[in-house]
């Protein structure tokens, strides 16, 4: 967790809110975040209606720290009216704010709007924000426990459980039609936005907080927009129309063939060849009811880049519009040639000498025989020229195009084709995430996951059921202690479905995708199933991942937050591929 406080604490509340964040330490030892002090103020009052802001690569949420004066007990936070406090076996009291008021919804409410504001003014796109509320003071517990009211609104304490809880579910909440993490260089962007007074944080302190680097601001909106449209079915582009080569005038016997016309001719050619290789290797259009896109951002794996060579959001092909380009056709690239090694010994082709006087008397003498006069020789020597360079240059422009302008391959021949080894890691490989070795103990890929979950998700995946399953078990050493960790990746068959599975495996009492554990899969030193699991997920266009932790022994078990924290490294383990994903 890194801490950012530009500016002295104003409160005592927020001293100790920050003084608990200081002890978690940086880097995601405990939770990769970054909370940064940027009080709101509002009102001639000058009532905060926030203390913080919390960045997760998930997405934002604004903090309030707010005191409970002269009060103890347990507190009853409700999503609208007034909030109670009640002691042990005492009546319930109207709970009293430092400030006045005895809710900071209303508040945080407003902050979430102004900072929407300022980010969108900035040309951010924040996504859903989600509010926090920290109560400081003799707060004995809270009424929900787990401090969620619903609507992206959030309470907790103080203590280290508490918070970690109400920060991973104000993530989760954030991270909600979120189709791309925020990078080193969103963050910093929206901190200045936000006019953080003080120093930005580091791309590596970034680095060290799970943001994922990327030197150019992606949270625009005319980005994010095409990577949330992902799972809308794509139509299949036309063919380009092959140009038509413009005439050239027949050869006057009298006339040699002018540069012009051979020129033509060439651009012709080469035009012709493009658009008939384009059309040759154009992709074949996606099945119905698939994505023709992936999301930028993976859970595992380089991200795919972008189709079409317009540049990051199109940058590139709007330097051709201020160009003043018109919206005619594109002349097409010009084709790529291979250098061909000389071999040794080999015969050098034969050039005809250009035309000579001498050729000229030659010329002459057949046309006293009755045959072509000089000019018409000459003629006929230069079209044969010109369609000999017109069938390598055809040539070059499909092979280049159709095999990929490899280097060294040779013109006419077609590469052998290979059939790759089925990717993914065999149980036995380690893994490293954040410090901690992760070991794959076992794995198994399903075609179906009928007969593979329980509970309402059991429900969803029978009636909407996924194109693959990948599970894996891995096992760790955390704090000394022996940990397993559940992977569950789910390919859907689209962006929306996968968010909609995401969302219900995210509530409470709703079920789950089965652990190996659970259907009879284990290893030696492992447990028979989960016990006191923390949980973690998240989504990548059509597919799901689900993370479940547990102590392998129940009677050696280590701290919550060090379990937590192993459930998000299970984000970054691999599996093997799901079928369909």
């Known amino acids: 967790m890194l801490a950012l406080i530009p500016a002295p604490l104003q409160t005592a509340g927020e001293r100790a809110f920050f003084g608990e964040l200081a002890r978690w330490d940086t880097g995601g030892s405990v939770r990769a975040a970054v909370v940064a002090s940027l009080p709101l103020v509002d009102g001639p009052l000058g009532r905060r209606q926030s203390d913080a802001v919390l960045l997760v690569p998930e997405g934002i949420a604004v903090i309030r720290v707010a005191e409970v004066v002269r009060q103890s007990g347990v507190v009853r936070a409700t999503p609208e009216g007034s909030w109670t406090i009640a002691a042990d076996d005492g009546p319930s009291q109207v709970l009293q704010l430092a400030g006045g008021g005895s809710t900071p919804l209303d508040g945080l409410m407003r902050a979430g709007m102004d900072t929407a504001v300022k980010l969108r003014r900035a040309g951010l796109e924040p996504g859903r924000i989600a509010r926090l509320t920290v109560l400081v003071g003799e707060v004995t517990g809270l009424d929900p426990a787990d401090g969620d009211l619903g609507e992206g609104d959030h309470v907790a304490t103080l203590d280290p459980r508490s ?10 909440h954030a991270g909600v039609d979120n189709p791309r993490l925020w990078t080193t260089a969103d ?18 302190e970034l680095n060290g907080e799970a943001f994922p680097y990327s030197p150019y601001v992606l949270r625009r909106p005319q980005l994010l927009t095409p990577a949330a449209m992902n799972a809308a079915p794509k139509a299949t582009p036309p063919a380009p129309q092959a140009a038509e080569p413009s005439p050239t005038p027949a050869p006057n016997p009298g006339d040699p063939l002018s540069a012009t016309g051979v020129a033509r001719a060439v651009a012709a050619s080469v035009a012709s060849a493009h658009a008939a290789a384009v059309a040759a ?7 119905p009811g698939r994505t023709g896109q992936r999301d930028t951002v993976e859970v595992d794996g380089e991200p795919a880049p972008p189709a079409g060579d317009a540049g990051i959001g199109g940058l590139f092909g709007r330097e051709r519009e201020s160009a003043g380009a018109t919206d005619g056709p594109v002349p097409p690239p010009s084709p790529r040639t291979a250098v061909l090694p000389a071999t040794p010994g080999a015969e050098e082709p034969r050039v005809r000498p250009p035309l000579s006087p001498a050729w000229g008397a030659t010329a002459s003498g057949n046309r006293a025989e009755g045959g072509p006069s000089d000019g018409a020789a000459r003629t006929r020597w230069v079209i044969a020229a010109v369609v000999l360079a017109l069938v390598v240059l055809g040539a070059t422009a499909a092979g280049v195009l159709l095999g990929g302008g490899d280097e060294g391959a040779t013109p006419g021949t077609t590469a052998p084709v290979t059939e790759s080894a089925p990717s993914g890691p065999a149980p036995g490989e380690v893994r490293t995430v954040d410090g901690t070795a992760y070991t794959l103990q076992a794995v198994q890929v399903d075609d179906t996951c009928a007969g593979h979950a329980y509970g309402q998700v059991a429900e969803f995946l029978a009636a909407t059921d996924c194109t693959g399953l990948a599970r894996a078990l891995y096992s760790a050493s955390v704090e000394g202690a022996p940990v397993v960790v559940s992977v569950s990746r789910v390919a859907m068959a689209d962006t929306a479905i996968a968010r909609e599975l995401r969302e219900l495996t995210d509530t409470d009492g709703s079920g789950n995708v089965s652990d190996l554990l659970r259907e009879g899969v284990t290893y030696a030193g492992g447990p028979a199933k989960l016990s006191s699991a923390q949980y973690a997920s998240a989504v990548s266009g059509p597919t799901v991942t689900v993370v479940e932790t547990a102590w392998a022994n129940p009677a050696t078990t280590g701290s919550v937050a060090a379990l937590d924290k192993a459930a998000s490294d299970g984000l970054a383990l691999p599996v093997p591929p799901p079928p369909g994903g």
């Open 163 to 172: 918070l970690l809880l109400a920060i991973a579910r104000a993530s989760r």
């Open 187 to 204: 963050v910093r962007a929206a901190l200045e936005a936000l006019e953080y007074p003080g120093r930005g944080p580091s791309v590596e």
């Open 281 to 287: 290797a154009a992709p074949a259009a996606p099945a």
